[in-house]
């Protein structure tokens, strides 16, 4: 969005509020400048030069979740989520407590081998103890291809950085599911961040040399299907890469999609056990998937699925935001935990690393011994039972 396509896009605002009915720090605070519409005004105000830009003002921009709930309520048809994004690049010196983060990702988006073993000797002074311990083996530690004699069909994964640095063993989860169904599975080194903590960062330069270098890197891979599992990833990529670098990968796809796409789960079978579901915010609000999960866990034989009050309400993680505004994180994401614990479920699932991360966090606080599950476990755990 251009300097014009971005004043245009504020002055577009008659001030309705109906952006802000579902946005979580505004329902959380109650306070008008922590919500989708007082967040439309103050960079309104700035733009036009009546606020400068100060600290306390980048705060009420940076503490957006960048959910996207208030993205088609507005309307007069302002991209919301958009527009913050416009203003935390003009904000982004005034932001003192994303100075370090900031720092960190100029230099480790495109280094992300040494930044993650960087973090891991970190995370051994206890300073991050709310983090999942780094691996030393990340999922994509080389290039590698498990062919298969007659093929079903060949998929690649874009693994993201959290399953390829906390979560590995979700990468190696899909693989195994994806090889069970008869894929050829493609695990691609050389991805880089998918760009989005820069582009919350307000790092948008360097966010748009990443997303033009994971197109690239990705247009050699020869797949149908390049798989994520991680909906902020396929957001960013399916969404803003054709903003960013003018381009994308085309056949990204997020795993519930492929999975309802190609019926991958058919005859599946678990132990007895009371499922409920957490819709991630991008793969609800960006995505629009929300009965794909729900079909695949209803349709494994052994589930009883239990739905929750307030599904899609966010659980509070948000990348950056867990860091920067952790208080008000914990607030989001202690109403979600009651909602879990309210549905009698032994299990939570979910399918995003992120919220599996901030999940497992509450649930230790919590201490309801509720198992945190993405969706790839439970089915990767299906098929070691009942598929061989
Ligand atoms: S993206 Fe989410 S947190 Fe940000 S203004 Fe919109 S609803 Fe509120
Ligand atoms: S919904 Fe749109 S017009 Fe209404 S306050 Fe929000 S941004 Fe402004």
């Known amino acids: 969005m251009n300097d014009t396509a971005y004043q245009t896009e504020l002055s577009r605002c008659n001030r309705c509020g109906a952006c802000k009915t579902l946005c979580p720090t505004f329902l959380t605070t109650m306070n008008e400048s922590m919500g989708a ?13 009546r606020l400068p830009p100060t600290k306390k003002l980048a705060e009420k921009i940076f503490s957006c979740m960048l959910c996207g709930a208030c993205r088609n309520l507005c309307p007069t048809g302002i991209n919301i989520p958009e527009v913050v994004y416009q203003g935390r690049t003009r904000l982004k010196d005034s932001f003192s407590r994303g100075f370090l983060l900031k720092t960190a990702l100029k230099y480790a988006a495109s280094r992300m081998d040494p930044a993650f ?3 891991r000797l970190i995370q051994k ?3 991050i103890p709310y983090l999942p311990e780094v691996t030393s083996e990340p999922f994509k530690n080389g290039f590698q291809v498990y062919r298969q004699k007659k093929k079903t069909g060949r998929a690649a994964i874009f693994a993201g950085c959290s399953v390829n640095y906390f979560y590995p063993g979700l990468g190696r989860a899909l693989s195994r599911i994806l090889y069970a169904r008869g894929y050829e599975v493609v695990v691609f080194k050389g991805e880089l961040c998918c760009g989005a903590p820069l582009r919350s960062a307000g790092l948008t330069v360097e966010a748009v040399s990443i997303a033009k270098r994971n197109v690239e890197h990705f247009s050699r891979v020869r797949a149908e299907a390049i798989i994520s599992m991680c909906p902020t990833c396929t957001t960013v990529i399916r969404d803003q890469y054709p903003l960013l670098a003018g381009d994308t990968i085309s056949n990204i796809m997020d795993i519930n999609e492929f999975l309802v796409k190609h019926d991958i789960v058919t005859g599946l079978e678990i ?9 991630p915010c991008h793969l609800n609000y960006g ?3 929300t009965d794909e999960p729900r079909r695949v866990l209803r349709g494994i034989k052994g589930v009883e699925f239990a739905e929750m009050r307030g599904a899609r309400e966010c659980c509070g993680f948000a990348g950056s935001f867990s860091l920067h505004f952790r208080g008000l994180s914990k607030d989001i994401g202690k109403r979600k935990m009651e909602n879990i614990i309210d549905t009698g479920a032994d299990t939570v699932v979910t399918s995003c690393p992120g919220c ?3 999940l497992e966090d509450l649930e230790r606080a919590s201490n309801t011994g509720i198992k945190i599950k993405h969706i790839v476990e439970v089915i990767d755990e299906a ?3 009942s598929v061989k």
């Open 37 to 49: 519409r007082g967040r439309v005004a103050l960079l309104g105000e700035l733009e036009e030069d």
């Open 117 to 119: 073993k960087a973090l």
């Open 125 to 127: 002074t206890g300073i």
């Open 271 to 279: 132990s007895p056990a009371v499922v409920t579901y957490h819709d």
């Open 287 to 289: 995505l629009g998937i």
């Open 356 to 358: 599996v991360m901030q």
């Open 383 to 385: 098929m070691g039972s």
